[in-house]
């Protein structure tokens, strides 16, 4: 059979894409290329249907050893006694989760979408929302988390499972005080930690599972991986019940060239140069949060302490739509992003999310990265003036010659 040419076609295009735009969009990151041979590898032939050494399926001899890997490793990386390596995405090891402790219309209390949740903490729009009777707790008016009213909440409703994480906010967790608030409702404790997986393995964030219950993960964003899910657990009295609500309650066979990316991930995590990515994307959030804050524009929660931060538009009098395409024209990506009690719907928003680990991974360092902040304020205060789109757009191209992503 001759290759699909309008598939690769596309697929090079995309390439191409990725090369000549700056991406900012927080929960993108790009991955080495051992992650991407092991992704298109052989492995994608085989079923492997159960865990190791109990599988359905004959010929997982090598299998086995695989996901054995990637789960030391990430027991490992995670200081996590319990890994399971085989969701499929973060919401498919969350969905396990919710299916292992809950009963459908048990209550759950997680962070409001539109504070800087995720959907599947119990958005009304996701599956969480529908399934379970969901309470959601947001940011108080100095916009920081509202422990007050977690406590408040968690006292009044009793909620089964509480969840902490976030998708947008740019402050560090308390886990302690969400663990007091559990113990006191007796609920269990679910930790999210998809977006900031990669500060917590290189020690810059604090890690959960000295508190929670169940902590979930993607493995790509900071983690730098493929694109796919895990569950970790130190409580013991869960192991089974999680590993029987992945396989065979939620999900079939286990996508083995994805762990086998995992295990790959896992390990590149483990060097000390990931310490040195990580800590630099860090330093060029801060300095491009920085530099916004000096020219105005408003910042939720004021500052950042990780790897992402929200610009409020409501006072430049534009959405968060019309500046993703904008700054789109210039080959500068973001993408549109609730503010707290935003008036405006998803599609819209009043804001966008700035986040710092894939320029970061070209090798780009604070400088470019406040060189970068400079060329989108110009633009966003200017949004009606091409001139400066296009000369913008050229300035880009240089950065990402200097920077390209097929050295990675």
């Not at 759950?108 to 959907?119: A, D, P, T």
């Not at 406590?151 to 663990?179: D, E, M, R, T, V």
């Amino acid at each position: 059979m001759n290759k699909d040419k309008k598939i690769f076609k596309l697929i090079t295009l995309e390439q191409n894409r990725q090369h000549n735009t700056i991406n900012l969009i927080a929960s993108e990151n790009y991955v080495s290329k051992y992650i991407l041979k092991a992704q298109g590898s052989c492995l994608t032939n085989k079923y492997a249907e159960g865990y190791c050494n109990k599988r359905y399926y004959g010929g997982c001899k090598y299998i086995n050893k695989i996901e054995k890997i990637a789960i030391i490793r990430a027991k490992k990386l995670f200081k996590a006694k319990y890994v399971n390596v085989q969701p499929h995405s973060g919401s498919q090891a969350n969905f396990a989760v919710y299916n292992a402790l809950l009963k459908p219309g048990d209550i759950i209390l997680g962070m409001n979408i539109k504070h800087g949740g995720h959907i599947t903490h119990g958005s009304k729009i996701n599956i969480s929302g529908k399934i379970y009777k969901s309470i959601t707790y947001g940011l108080n008016k100095n916009q920081n988390i509202d422990y007050k009213q977690i406590k408040s909440l968690a006292l009044q409703h009793k909620p089964k499972l509480i969840i902490a994480g976030f998708s947008s906010f740019s402050k560090i967790c308390n886990w302690k005080k969400f663990y007091k608030i559990s113990r006191l409702t007796k609920s269990f404790l679910l930790i999210d930690i998809s977006h900031i997986a990669g500060l917590i393995a290189a020690k810059l964030y604090p890690n959960p599972l000295k508190y929670a219950d169940i902590v979930t993960s993607t493995t790509h964003k900071t983690l730098c991986g493929p694109r796919g899910g895990i569950i970790l657990s130190n409580n013991k009295n869960l192991y089974k019940k999680l590993d029987k609500s992945i396989f065979p309650q939620t999900q079939g066979g286990p996508l083995m060239h994805v762990i086998a990316a995992k295990a790959i991930c896992f390990k590149e995590a483990l060097n000390k140069n990931f310490i040195k990515y990580q800590k630099q994307v860090l330093k060029n959030c801060k300095y491009m949060c920085n530099f916004f804050l000096k020219k105005k524009f408003q910042i939720i929660s004021n500052k950042t302490e990780t790897h992402l931060f929200i610009i409020n538009l409501t006072n430049l009098k534009i959405t968060g739509l019309q500046a993703q395409k904008i700054l789109n024209k210039a080959n500068i990506i973001v993408n549109k992003n609730y503010i707290p009690d935003d008036k405006q719907n998803s599609f819209i928003t009043s804001g966008i999310r700035i986040g710092t680990p894939a320029i970061t991974k070209r090798g780009i360092k604070h400088k470019t990265a406040i060189y970068i902040a400079k060329l989108i304020s110009n633009i966003l205060k200017n949004i009606s003036n091409v001139n400066i789109i296009k000369k913008t757009k050229y300035k880009i191209k240089k950065i990402c010659n200097k920077h390209p992503i097929n050295k990675l």
